[in-house]
Every structure is written in C-alpha cells, then in structure tokens.
C-alpha cells in the first residue's frame, strides 16, 4: 500500500464512518482529530486535541498536527507528520529512542496534571506499611 504524500483536511460535527482515505476530520466540538493512518493500513487514528495532547492550525487553506503522529503500538509503526496538509515522513526511530520519547511524554502528563504517579517508593529495604487506614467507620 502507497503511503499518503498529502492530506486534506474537513471540519465536521461528528466524525463520520467509514473513515475515507486521506482526509483528517477535524472535529472541533469534541476536541478531537481523526484520521485513517497514512501508510494506507487502514487503521483510525484519533488524536485528541489538549494541551498535553495534539494541537492543530489552520492556516485558512491547510492544516498541521502538532505534534507528530507516532504509531509506536500500532503493527506499521508509522511516523509522520501533518504539516500544511503534507504528509511528511520519519525514518523508523530505534526502539531505544522511542522508550526515551514516551517517557519524556509521560513526565510532561504527570507535571502538568500534578501527579506523582510513576515513581513508586522502591528498593530501600522498608516495608510499606499495610493494613493501615481501612474502615473509616463512618456513620
Ligand atoms: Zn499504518
């Protein structure tokens, strides 16, 4: 299958099924982008639209995805951008690399939602302590 050199690009209420080929729906009510994978798999990529997420422009004329497209759990492991309605494609990243990205993604998550997930108390030989703050007994 011939991957997409150009997209273009339609606002919609709902994003409608069956996805066509080389169209990016941008539904704005619901904060969401989705588009079929541009290696031609067929399968629906939905890019949610947050600050943690994806941002789109429009130029008037075209659109662009911020940031790229990263199918690292997909089976084509595409990576692409949408740049002006283009289709810009990345070489295949290194596993390693891929491992440095989402991390570094999921640090951006945990800071901007303040959590402090991920970093679990490891390894200094004490025992958390259990059966602790069970049964408020309230009422
Ligand atoms: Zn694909």
Known sequence: MAKL?????RFVEHVPAPLEDGVVYVAIGFGTVVHKCCCG???????PLTPVDW??????????LYPSIGRWDAPCQSHYWIRNNRV???????????????RHEAGLRDDFFGLDQGHPRQGSGEKPDEGHGKGGGLG
């Open 5 to 9: 050199q150009r997209v273009t690009h």
């Open 41 to 47: 798999c067929g399968d629906k990529v939905v890019t």
């Open 55 to 64: 941002a789109v422009a429009y130029d008037g004329q075209s659109i662009s």
């Open 88 to 102: 810009i494609w990345s070489v295949r990243w290194s596993k390693g690399k891929i491992n440095t990205l989402k």
